[in-house]
């Protein structure tokens, strides 16, 4: 069967959801910081001695696109609506940007460090949105440019710091589609788990459900019904009690409400009492009238409770009863007396007839019933069923389940597995966010080494002392980065080998750059190994704790830091030009290494998530299935036990007559069967066919089974209709019979000689009359009846269809 609870499938699943959500988190606070720091570090700079900056300006501009982005962090849990967040990240990049011309010497570093953080975040944050990511992305490319341009006029922008900002932007965005994709992936293994082990768990509570149905059918209406079957030579006095708690054991079933029966059947049940107690009831029922169930046994025990107040309270012995079928299927059903009479209002509230039993039963079920009577002009009592299941869309009533409540309160089989954490799903989950990390790492480190840092080494190999170094720095970079490729690109994790060579060789080439390259211009344009280190190393590191990862930048930071120092201690223009390049660039990417360290708690929340979304749909799922199931076997149920127990248990039906305990008989053999339909046989046809044989040599009778033929493959809708005559003659029969089971290569008959101990159809429940008649209800089922004096012969067959025959065996 299809899923009918899961989510839709283009829907993302709990790690995609929470890796979203820590995402945006994360570059709203990476962004604050980052401007925060390198904001501090330019007002600094700004008013160092020999700047020309404005330190007021610049720090009245920084502080409010500081204040526009602090705004952003503030409601991270409540977020704002899309038009004010956009507008606030707008006015960040727009405030950034014009804050170049008042910060002098170094502003250029210190605006592009801040909006080149902000347009990778902005890929981040706008994640479900990324055409409002690249068009804020645009917007910082443009305040760059305006900014260069009002700090120099006249001069023309350079092209090199917005190729770099696009270049970023552009693998921001891209390693975001990585790592989300590989969440993507995880969530939809895991729910492809998930709905296999949601299939076994349901087959079992349906299992499970099944069998405690038929032990309640056994212990109760089976157990009755046979015993009435047996004969009338005992006392009966127990019986209406008996008869009445099983109808209220089927009744409590869930599902049993939803079924069908025949109100005027019921109707014709209602006892009219004993005696001096007895009311002789004028019936004029429009029939049939069939309506569910619930509401059936609702009106019938409220007709009956009316009746009982008639014989009680009224004076009189006659009362009226009439049933008919509205418009638009509505079913009335009307009770009036010509009695004495009384006041409804005055009914004391502590007394239950009438309030419990009529009314407040049908407002159980969805129904209504109203009571009209004056003294001396007798009562009237109207019971109206609307003819639909109620309106789902009705409001829910103060204090009422929600439907999830009410799923859980079900009382239905807990799923299995979802009480320990699930370590399975957040290995699983860890392991591909880290995975999709380390791709977008190297991603990163290759595009950067091969789109920036090698224009940079080309440009300036004058500046190297010795050139050659820095080229086989390089080189050796590139071999890192494709024994990291070789491994990621064919889904294998790095070995330590692989991993430790790589950080040594890493950490070697930092330790090259660094000394051979003149203090001066460390972090400078002309260095292009001090911002594509980190990304080597992380993915690399990706998948170890992050104190590693930190401990690496930490070293890479102190061999530049012991260059610089070396050569005499730094003015504080420098130094402010150090520490906004080490933020921005080695801040950056540690930022990013602690994201990654936080994967395993992201796991571990999504795993949570996804256990009680799963916990949750199987639940709904078993609801539904075993309601189906209910419906299914209460079909034939409410059709013909529940009239028997209902005349059985009110004494409309005498153990004493003949022709009741035949029916007894037929529906106890019928139920013997229904147990039996789920036994793991090799032949299920003659299982259930001896289980009704069984029941019929209980009371006497000498019964005689014979097959012939190779048995094969029936359906249990088909079995059903065979089975079912056969049943009903059994279940009529007194002396002996004779059950034969013909198999040929396309057919298959079951026939039954015995005799009608009930005088043809007579006695006999509509349904059953017409089963003895010889009518099957599947039309793929021929049922031919032959009598002869008080012997009767039943043959039920069926063929199979072509393209079963073409399977069959020969």
């Known amino acids: 069967m299809k899923e009918t609870a899961a989510a839709p499938t283009d829907a993302p699943g709990a790690g995609e959801r929470l890796l979203i959500l820590t995402l945006e988190r994360y570059g709203v606070w990476l962004r604050f910081t980052v401007a925060g720091v390198c904001g501090t570090l330019g007002v600094l700079s700004a008013g160092s001695a020999g700047s020309a900056g404005s330190p007021l300006a610049a720090t009245c501009l920084l502080a409010s696109a500081l204040l526009a982005c602090g705004v952003r962090v503030r409601p991270l849990r409540r977020p704002l609506r899309l038009a004010p967040r956009w507008a606030l990240d707008a006015a960040f990049v727009l405030l950034t940007g014009l804050s170049q011309p008042v910060l002098g010497d170094g502003a250029d570093l210190t605006v592009e460090a801040i909006i080149g953080i902000g347009v990778i975040t902005f890929q981040h944050e706008w994640a479900t949105r990324p055409a409002a990511g690249l068009a804020l992305a645009g917007l910082g490319a443009a305040a760059c440019a305006l900014g260069d341009v009002l700090s120099s006029p006249g001069h023309v922008p350079e092209p090199a710091p917005l190729v770099r900002m696009v270049i970023e932007v552009s693998l921001s965005r891209a390693a975001h589609v990585i790592v989300r994709s590989r969440a993507r992936a995880a969530d939809r293994s895991a729910a492809s788990r998930a709905a296999s082990r949601r299939e076994a768990d349901v087959a079992a509570a349906r299992r499970a459900t099944e069998r405690e149905y038929l032990a309640t059918l056994h212990d109760t209406a089976a157990a009755t019904l046979l015993m009435v079957s047996q004969g009338d030579g005992r006392d009966w006095s127990w019986l209406p009690l008996r008869a009445r708690q099983d109808l209220e054991a089927l009744s409590a079933l869930p599902g049993f409400e939803t079924e069908n029966v025949d109100l005027a059947a019921l109707l014709g049940c209602v006892p009219e009492g004993e005696g001096r107690a007895r009311v002789r009831l004028e019936s004029r029922v429009d029939g049939p009238l069939t309506i569910p169930s619930g509401p059936g046994l609702a009106i019938f025990n409220g007709v009956r409770e009316a009746v009982t107040n008639v014989a009680r309270h009224a004076g009189v012995r006659e009362a009226k009863l009439r049933a008919w079928a509205e418009d638009g299927g509505v079913v009335v059903v009307e009770l009036s007396d010509a009695g004495r009479g009384f006041v409804p209002e005055s009914v004391p509230a502590r007394r239950r007839g009438l309030s419990g039993s009529v009314v407040g039963r049908m407002h159980a079920v969805g129904g209504s019933a109203s009571i009209t009577s004056r003294p001396g002009a007798g009562t009237r009592v109207r019971w109206r069923w609307p003819g639909r299941p109620r309106d789902l869309r009705t409001p829910r009533l103060p204090g009422a389940p929600r439907p999830r409540e009410a799923v859980r309160a079900a009382g239905l089989p807990r799923p299995s597995g979802t009480g320990a954490r699930p370590t399975a799903v957040v290995r699983f989950l860890r392991g591909q966010l880290l995975y999709g990390a380390q791709l977008a790492a190297l991603l990163i480190g290759l595009v950067a080494q091969f789109g920036v840092s090698l224009r940079q080494l080309t440009a300036h190999q004058d500046v190297y002392r010795p050139a050659w170094a820095q080229t086989a720095a390089f080189v050796c970079l590139v071999a890192v980065g494709a024994a990291g490729a070789l491994h990621l690109l064919r889904g294998r994790k790095l070995t330590p080998t692989v991993r430790w060579w790589g950080v040594g060789t890493v950490l070697a080439v930092s330790a090259v750059c660094a000394f051979t390259l003149a203090p001066e211009r460390l972090a400078g344009p002309q260095d292009w190994a001090f911002g594509l280190i980190g990304w080597h190393a992380l993915f690399l590191l990706a998948d170890q704790p992050v104190r590693l990862f930190a401990a690496f930048l930490g070293a890479h930071v102190a061999l530049n830091m012991l260059v610089v120092l070396l050569s005499g201690a730094p003015t504080v223009a420098r130094s402010a030009a150090m520490g906004i390049a080490t933020v921005s660039v080695i801040g950056f990417q540690l930022s990013v290494g602690v994201l990654i360290g936080l994967f395993q708690g992201m796991a571990s929340a999504a795993g949570d998530e996804a256990a009680r979304e799963e916990e949750l749909r199987t639940r709904e799922r078993l609801h539904e299935e075993t309601q189906r199931d209910h419906r299914e076997r209460y079909r034939a149920l409410t059709a013909t036990t529940v009239p028997l127990l209902v005349g059985l248990g009110h ?95 396309r057919a298959v008959h079951v026939s039954v000689v015995g005799e009608d101990g009930a005088d043809g159809a007579h006695g006999c429940d509509p349904e059953e009359a017409a089963r003895a008649r010889g009518r099957a209800r599947n039309a793929d089922v021929s049922v031919v009846r032959t009598t002869r004096g008080s012997d009767v012969w039943v043959t039920a067959g069926w063929q199979r269809p072509a393209r079963v025959r073409e399977l069959a065996p020969t």
């Open 651 to 745: 004494g409309v039906l005498s153990p004493h007559d003949e022709a009741v305990r035949l029916r007894c008989g037929v529906e106890a053999a019928r139920l013997r069967r229904l147990f039996a339909e789920g036994d793991a046989v090799s032949d299920p046809l003659l299982n259930e066919l001896r289980a009704c044989v069984e029941v019929t040599e209980h009371q006497g009778v000498t019964v005689s089974l014979a097959v012939r033929g190779r048995p094969g493959e029936v359906p249990v809708e088909v079995r059903r209709e065979l089975v079912d005559p056969v049943a009903v003659v059994l279940g009529r029969t007194r002396s002996t019979a004779r059950v034969t089971v013909v198999w040929t290569s």
